[in-house]
């Protein structure tokens, strides 16, 4: 009996003492504030270090972009050395430079991995009636091609000159990729304004269409993204999210392209710097998304695209991928079949697009 | 093989602005255009200092490394210059230097950049050296007449030093050595207080 309480006693001092020396271990380098604390008036205090020497913390004014006065007038003439230049560089000719390709190759890839892997994208399943539902108004479809003409155009050019220097300076000589370059620069810079203006133009006309429903979570969750048929409004959700990467990602390009073009409003480096790798970061991501876009409305779903150039759809493509909002437009008795009946829809629409079915 | 430097003596430079003037002349640069500059900090208070900046010739240029157009080619002097035939205007090389050396002419539409120019060390350009197209491009080449840039020439007191990098620096530290005053060591008055 004494010879357990002994040894119970005896595992509690060694449980008790390795607490000790644990809490020992943490409190004890602590005490070296205590040191510094006590120590503190006998360093000099911050008032002694900060009475300059003028020769030597010249340079260290000059190295952290103190601005100065200069009698020449001019962008970021009054600094002597900016170093917003050197983390520019780093970003746009590492990050975006080097994984700019790879979101390009990557969304590529992506498209045509769906292309097989639901054989061939999507056909219309039923047999075609020759009944059609109006979808998209002739504004819509004119702002819509306007657009997407000037964001090939933009493609195009913005690809070049961000890796002109890599992949086509090899191809067709310094000299026949600066006569390329200039060219590009001209059309970049003025479809550029193009392309903002239409961008905003089919964001408004479209925003009704757009609103997130409830429908949308349960596209997500019910594997909508991965081809699967969920009830679904006017547009579904991978839809819907397409067009706000439009909305504010668009903008933002745009906007940041319009900084780009006026030098002389926006004269500062620092939002020049920004502007640039912001735009191009964020182009390269849309161009990523517009390939799938793209497909999508080609080949993806079969039958698409008569939505964006005839500006109606067979009423069975319409009951495949759009179920809630076909039958909500059979029950407005807006199902057509003549030409007659598709000319009289483009009339009665309003400008605003969406007409009706919204 | 020379290696072109400039170095300015931030304790000799009065401000005066006639390396500014003095490269207008050399190169006949357009309206607008600086290729040169002296910027004061602490500007009518007591320290304050002045610098002539220009084009620093680096050895891994930053404008170089962001050209679309890979214009840029450094001389066997070290001196970084570029071809204005293939330039496009699009600013780039302004966005990455940290000295502000590229220039632009705004004459064409909605004041979109013409093209670049920028301190050439008075070194011309890709066209043949002393040829009239020269000039017109990129100003004087005083380099392959075996003179040295015009700025430094024409300093007053002798602030703005230019030409091979180690001769320069011996100048310098010939200078700092018989100088008066405390030492000017970046860093030597947080380190030491006041000596």
């Given amino acids: 009996m004494s010879e357990q309480t002994a040894m119970r006693s005896k595992s509690r001092r060694i449980l008790v003492g390795a607490v000790l020396v644990l809490v020992a271990a943490m409190v004890v380098p602590l005490t070296g504030y205590v040191y510094v604390a006590v120590a503190q008036p006998q360093i000099e205090t911050a008032a002694d270090w900060q009475e300059t020497n003028p020769r030597s913390e010249y340079w260290r004014e000059v190295r952290q972009g103190t601005e100065g006065y200069s009698a020449v007038k001019g962008p970021a003439a009054d600094v002597l050395i900016d170093n917003g230049g050197q983390i520019f560089r780093q970003i746009r000719n590492g990050p975006i430079s080097t994984f700019g390709p790879w979101v390009l190759a990557i969304m590529l890839l992506g498209v045509a991995g769906m292309f097989v892997l639901s054989g061939g994208g999507q056909k219309v399943e039923k047999p075609l009636s020759g009944k059609r539902v109006p979808r998209w108004s002739a504004y819509v479809r004119v702002v819509h091609w306007i657009m997407a003409i000037a964001f090939l155009l933009l493609l195009i050019t913005g690809l070049s000159l961000l890796f002109g220097r890599a992949v086509l300076i090899p191809l067709l000589g310094a000299e026949g990729f600066s006569a390329w370059a200039i060219t590009a620069k001209y059309i970049h810079n003025f479809t550029g304004p193009v392309f903002a203006v239409t961008l905003v133009l089919l964001v408004l006309s479209m925003l009704r269409d757009n609103l997130p429903s409830k429908v949308d979570v349960d596209w997500f969750l019910k594997g909508g993204f991965a081809g699967k048929h969920v009830p679904t409004g006017k547009l579904n959700a991978g839809e819907k999210l397409w067009f706000w990467f439009n909305a504010v990602g668009g903008l933002v390009v745009a906007v940041s392209g319009v900084v780009l073009i006026l030098p002389n409003i926006f004269e500062a480096r620092s939002t020049m710097q920004l502007a640039l790798l912001v735009h191009a970061g964020l182009a390269l991501l849309y161009i990523g998304g517009s390939f799938v876009h793209m497909y999508m409305g080609t080949l993806g779903a079969r039958g698409a695209l008569d939505a964006i150039t005839k500006g109606h759809v067979s009423s069975e493509w319409a009951e495949q991928h759009h179920d809630l909002w076909y039958h909500e437009v059979k029950k407005d008795g807006e199902e057509f079949v003549s030409d007659e009946d598709d000319a009289r829809s483009n009339r009665e629409m309003p400008a605003t697009g969406s007409g009706s079915t919204a | ?195």
């Fill in chain 2, 1 to 195: 093989m020379a290696r072109m430097k400039f170095l300015c003596d931030a304790d000799r430079c009065i401000e005066c602005n006639g390396c500014v003037t003095a490269c207008k002349n050399a190169n006949e640069v357009p309206w607008g255009v600086n290729r040169r500059r002296v910027v004061t900090l602490n500007d009518g208070l007591p320290g304050e200092k002045s610098i002539s900046v220009a084009c620093m010739h680096c050895t891994d240029a930053p404008c170089a490394a962001v050209c679309p157009v890979d214009i840029f080619y450094t001389t066997t002097d070290g001196i970084v210059l570029h071809d204005k035939d293939l330039c496009i205007g699009c600013g780039y090389c302004f966005y990455a230097c940290p000295f502000g050396a590229p220039q632009f002419p705004k004459t064409e539409a909605f004041g979109m950049r013409g093209k670049m120019d920028k301190c050439t060390f008075c070194a011309g350009g890709p066209p043949e050296d002393g040829s009239e197209e020269e000039f017109e491009k990129y100003g004087a080449n005083r380099i392959a007449a075996g003179k040295l840039p015009a700025c430094a020439e024409m300093c007053a007191t002798k602030a703005l030093l230019a030409g091979d990098g180690d001769m320069v620096a011996d100048i310098y530290r010939q200078r700092v050595m018989r100088r008066a005053g405390r030492p000017q060591t970046w860093g030597w008055g947080k380190a030491y207080g006041e000596a």
